[in-house]
């Protein structure tokens, strides 16, 4: 296994109802600064794990790009 790691940060639906998961990927030089969107089925159909994490506090992300 790699050290591969897509993390769902959002979401939006275009004018169709298609929902698609705005992405982070731990991957240098993907997507635009390591960010893109993927349709949510396309998405779930290729993932073969997934974790969900609950934050617990609210993350002050103001200092970091």
Known sequence: HSQH???II???T???GVIYF???NN???WGKNNFS???ADDFLFFTEQA???KLYRKYD???NP
Do not use: P, T, W
Request: glycine share 8%; proline share 0%.
């Open 27 to 29: 991957y240098k030089g």
């Open 37 to 39: 969107f993927a349709k």
């Open 5 to 7: 790691v897509l993390c």
């Open 10 to 12: 959002g979401y939006a």
């Open 14 to 16: 275009d004018a169709n």
């Open 51 to 53: 974790a969900v994490m």
């Open 61 to 63: 992300h103001s200092n």
């Open 22 to 24: 705005e992405i982070r």
